[in-house]
């Protein structure tokens, strides 16, 4: 399997339920990134692992929980969200260091919280 | 406040005619400035780089400018097809650093 992978691609979780989103890549990249793009908004950067730390978390709520145990997985847990979290979440690698460097999309996890 | 804006209305346009996309943004000096291109249910496909001292990047049928007096980046399709009907976003880096900052898209429609 090649590129960015997703799962699920569709989950639908009450309010009160925990679940967790995964991203695998096979690009060889060590920087990962998770994307909330949400209808009529522009995509939302929510945390950055480089070389497995986590180097940016964009005001996000607790709620919303990441994980990177080696470069090429990253996890996205999720617990007592809100409907307002529904949306599509994009995971995306790339190489760190690389000055403007282009990021590869995974095909995203469409979420819905009742 | 920063803002990257594009055009949030849909771009109608027919088979074969050029396609220019504008992406404008405020209180931001990029060093690169990328396209993306979305279709329906899926993530975003790198198309085009460009550096704050080029002016214009090249690559097949795509065309993209760099406008760092007036802050806007244009994007341009020739000949364009159905099969480039998607939604196009412009990303900013402001270093050299992975982090972008995403504009909202403008959704291209062309028509045969």
């Known amino acids: 399997e090649t590129g960015v992978t997703q799962t699920p691609r569709h989950l639908v979780m009450g309010m009160t339920n925990k679940k967790s989103l995964k991203c695998e890549q096979h690009?060889?990249?060590?920087?990962m990134y998770w994307y909330k793009q949400s209808a009529k908004k522009p995509l939302e950067l929510m945390f950055v692992y480089s070389l497995e730390e986590r180097v940016e978390n964009n005001s996000v709520p607790s709620r919303f929980s990441p994980e990177c145990p080696n470069s090429s997985h990253l996890f996205l847990h999720l617990h007592t969200l809100q409907p307002e979290d529904s949306a599509l979440y994009l995971c995306?690698?790339?190489?760190?260091?690389?000055?403007?460097?282009?990021?590869?999309f995974g095909p995203g996890t469409r979420l819905t919280v009742l | 406040s920063q803002k990257i804006e594009q055009n949030s209305e849909a771009l109608n346009i027919q088979e074969g005619k050029t396609a220019t996309l504008t992406c404008n943004y405020t209180?931001?000096?990029?060093?690169?400035l990328q396209w993306y291109r979305q279709d329906p249910g899926r993530g975003p496909v790198f198309l085009l780089l460009?550096?704050?001292?080029?002016k214009e990047k090249r690559k097949e049928r795509l065309k993209v400018t760099f406008d760092t007096t007036l802050k806007q980046s244009l994007f341009h399709i020739t000949a364009s097809q159905p099969a480039d009907s998607a939604t196009y976003l412009c990303?900013?880096?402001?270093?050299?650093?992975?982090?972008?900052?995403f504009g909202g898209g403008t959704r291209l429609m062309v028509k045969p």
């Open positions: 209180n931001y000096s990029p060093a690169y």
């Open positions: 690009l060889g990249h060590n920087a």
């Open positions: 460009i550096r704050e001292n080029e």
């Open positions: 995306a690698s790339s190489l760190a260091g690389l000055a403007g460097g282009e990021q590869f």
């Open positions: 990303a900013l880096a402001l270093n050299a650093g992975n982090m972008l900052t």
